[in-house]
């Protein structure tokens, strides 16, 4: 298992502050001085065990120090994909990150398949921070914040049903929720079949099935202002205190997209997500976005389906969205992130990553990246341990981990969270019973 990354902080006391991070943590953890006599480090293996429903993605190096990551628990596949890159991680350095992503980052696609990518580069990272007994802010360039900002896109309540009342009443109880958010996302439109279905003659198409949100097509009148309504009884709960961000699509009409931002400028929506394309939809159409971007006052979001820098090159250049979504866990991980991110900042575009299903290694990821991200960063989507022994099996979060809307940022080496071996153990799989060894 490596080093414990418990009790390093809780081992330094208030005064050392003067002293350097590094010094510390030099001190807490003998990696560094463990390692100076010893070389290069090598990865000697790479595995992945689906835990719950998440991938997770386990390297192994010669010198005892082991990077986890994580990919999306809609995503219990993926272990055949991890393991394929095994061939070209074998013998390098797993701290030179950007030379091993330059071996494997064009073996990827836009969601799913951009996620086995993403999940090794962010054990990678974990690696090197624990190597150079930093924590992986630091790598990416140090923080420019101390507590990053979450959104809830996963705290949920059952609904009561699908009328104004109902999405009134549901947003009430986020509202009240212990993580104190100071911003809400809520599904709409075709995001939200259930909504959708509950009419008749929602819109100018048959219901569909097969993958998630296969719905699409022309806006009847009745349909949007069934949504506009229950938007409208949503923001009379949150008022100015809560921002509200709408998740809509894909599956929504240019113009329908133009009519419903517009009757929605009044209540300030932080951002509409995908009405065009995204989510799953492997294009992102920034010529389309552009004209519906052009057309509103209201932020237009999208890009948490797309795979690497080179695929936001457009939707950036072209201004065609206000604000990108980039998960983590999908784009090529947590410094291809932050080159994106750094990349819409010089085109004056906001940042709010994507990350419902990442998990609680996710979650980690996302602090450490978070922290270092420009200040066009909004907030991350706060991923939930599901089913909840994921909060047993992690140690090295913070308890409780969000306070007030944020989640302060900690000083561990690495990701500084690891497992509790054997209480991780019970939830293995058979075929993965080897993974902690
Ligand atoms: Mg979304």
Redesign the pocket.
Known sequence: MGISRRGFLGSVSAGAAATSLAAQNTRGRSAPEKRAGQGKIKITDLRCAIIGRNPVVRIVTDQGISGYGQAESAKPYLKPMVLFYKQYLIGEDPTDVARVMLKIRRMGAFKPWGSAVSAIEIALWDIAGQAAGLPVYKLLGGKIRDRVRIYNGGVRFPMTGQTPQDYAENMQKMKEAKEGFTLIKQAVGF?NPAMMRSMQNGWYDEPRSGPPHSDRGLLTQRGLEHIIACVEAMKKVLGDEIGLAL?CGPGWMVKDAITFARALEPYHITWL??TLT??YAPYPNAQLFKELTQSTSLNIHTG?EIYLRENFKDLIEQQAVNVI?PDPEDVGGIAELKWIAEYADLHGILVAP?GIFDGLIGLAAHVHMAAALPQNYIGFEYPIGQPDWWYDIVEGLPNPIAKKGFVDVWDTPGLGVTFNVNAAKAHLNEDDRGFFD
Do not use: R, S
């Open positions: 995001h998740d997500e995908d995204g989510d948490e979504g994507h």
